[in-house]
């Protein structure tokens, strides 16, 4: 017998709690080349998906395919070092599974984040871009088939997505690190190809400011789930047709590597007061 999804979801969690003491209530999501946030947490466990029941496992470059549980200063996180994503033939259930994990895990507030294009020509490679919205162009939705309402409703609301108040908290940190950060909206696409300029030139068109090739997903589910999300890109590379040059994904995690301290400064400044946000709402 086939299990559900909520039980599957509910053993990984269970798997997962029984290999540490640390009950996180944050849950990070780390994006191409943006790994290195997980290697300095203490008291941490690293649990490879390939050991969690129903994970799925990824096969991007630059993504290490973890679970690291432990510790940034005294808040207890869980980051999921990699992710999987529908270009490499994952539905968007599947893609989405291991925030239904967090979920039941206990995780409330999910930092979800990601490399990708800058379409806004004020931003520049190696920006740092707090989402406020996205738009979902992958052709699928982790929500199809039937509910479960123990996950959450049928329709879920969409319209506080990326949560107010993170996003001011990050801003502020920024700010606060001199690193100048901007805000925008996310677009979606399933990949594997990069879009070509036409395709960026309809993307501004209708609003986005960045594209990528995941995060949506997780934060559909996230949201189905009741998790308040910030959602933070990096732009690695000007989008297609911007710059007279190819993209390569080389560059794009090069970029990322790059932009890793401040990255990894903005992340441990934030999650304090996002902790204070999460015992404040409960
Ligand atoms: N397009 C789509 N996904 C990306 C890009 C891009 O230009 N850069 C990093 N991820």
Request: proline letters at 5%; charged letters at 20%.
């Amino acid at each position: 017998m086939t299990l559900d999804l909520f039980t599957r979801a509910e053993s990984a969690a269970a798997f997962v709690l029984s290999q540490t003491a640390l009950r996180p209530q944050i849950g990070l999501v780390l994006g191409s080349g943006l790994g290195a946030f997980a290697d300095d947490l203490t008291d941490a466990v690293r649990i490879p998906y390939a050991d969690i029941p129903a994970f799925p496992r990824s096969t991007a470059a630059g993504h290490a395919g973890q679970l690291v549980i432990g510790k940034s200063g005294d808040v207890p996180v869980a980051v999921m070092q990699g992710r999987v994503h529908l270009y490499e033939g994952y539905s968007a259930a599947e893609v989405a599974f291991p925030v239904r994990v967090l979920g039941r895990a206990g995780i409330r507030a999910l930092i979800l984040t990601n490399a990708a294009g800058g379409i806004n020509v004020e931003y520049g490679q190696g920006a740092l871009v707090m989402l406020r919205d996205h738009i979902n162009l992958q052709g699928q939705n982790p929500l199809t088939g039937a509910n479960d309402e123990r996950f959450g409703p049928r329709f879920p609301d969409m319209t506080y997505t990326y949560a107010k108040r993170y996003r001011e908290i990050a801003l502020e940190e920024a700010n606060r690190l001199g690193v100048s950060p901007h805000v925008g909206v996310y677009a979606a696409l399933a990949g594997p190809s990069y879009e070509t300029p036409a395709e960026i030139r309809y993307l501004r068109t209708i609003g986005a400011d960045l594209v990528g090739m995941s995060t949506v997903p997780e934060a559909i589910v996230a949201r189905h789930m009741g998790m308040n999300i910030l959602a933070i890109s990096c732009v690695t590379n000007m989008a297609a047709g911007i710059l007279d040059r190819a993209l390569v994904h080389e560059e794009v995690l090069e970029v990322g590597r790059r932009v890793m301290g401040q990255f990894v400064a903005l992340l441990r400044a934030v999650l304090p007061r996002m902790m204070e946000e999460v015992k404040k709402t409960g």
